[in-house]
Structures are given as structure tokens and as C-alpha cells.
């Protein structure tokens, strides 16, 4: 059973830092692509970053490119997100997902940003 568990979200100031971790089980952590999206209240959830399977190569939406850095450690089945110089517009619930035959997507962990 594939199972994605989100933690590390917050209330944070405007400027501020979080870290999100994703803790993964049910599957070969280490053969799949992980992916963080979020989605804010009223609009869509949307992509935010994804890591190929060794770590080595990292995409970021352009809304979050240069403040975020998504990393993962095979050895722990964890993916991270580091979110620095947070903004208001990053409020939302961040989702870690991952495609195993089929989408599974975690809780979720909220993210306020906010004086």
C-alpha cells in the first residue's frame, strides 16, 4: 500500500522559511520521480516541484523558482521541500504525490503566510 505522509507546515511571516518533508512507504522510493504541489483556497492545485529519482535533477514551477529547493534521501524514503523567502501568494496546502501505476497523493500540510 502506497502511502505519502506530508509534515512541517505552518504559520509563517512574509520573508520567512519552512521546511516540508514527505515521508514515503509501499512502493521502491528509489525508482520513482516525487512531486510537491500545493493548492490554494478557491483555485486549483498546481504543480510546485518535482526530483528525478537520483536527486540529481530538480524542476521548479516559475513562481517559486530560486526560493524553494525540493531534495530527496533514498536511504530514508523522505522528499523534502525547503521554502525560503515565503510570500503570502504561497499560502496553501502542499501535497506530496507520486504515480505507482496510479496517482496517490498524501494529507496534505498547510502552509499560512501571513503578518
Known amino acids: 500500500q502506497v502511502l505519502l505522509a506530508e509534515s512541517g507546515g505552518g504559520l509563517v511571516q512574509p520573508g520567512g522559511s519552512l521546511r516540508l518533508s514527505c515521508a514515503a512507504s509501499g512502493f521502491t522510493f528509489r525508482n520513482y520521480v516525487m512531486y510537491w504541489y500545493r493548492q490554494a483556497p478557491g483555485k486549483d492545485r498546481e504543480w510546485v516541484a518535482h526530483?528525478?529519482?537520483?536527486?540529481?535533477?530538480?524542476t521548479y514551477a516559475d513562481s517559486v523558482k530560486g526560493r524553494f529547493t525540493i531534495s530527496r534521501d533514498n536511504a530514508k524514503n523522505t522528499v523534502d521541500l525547503q521554502m525560503n523567502s515565503l510570500k503570502v501568494e504561497d499560502t496553501a496546502m502542499y501535497y506530496c504525490?507520486?504515480?505507482?501505476?496510479?496517482?496517490?497523493w498524501g494529507q496534505g500540510t498547510q502552509v499560512t503566510v501571513s503578518s
Open positions: 504525490y507520486v504515480y505507482v501505476g496510479r496517482d496517490y
Open positions: 526530483i528525478s529519482v537520483t536527486g540529481n535533477l530538480a
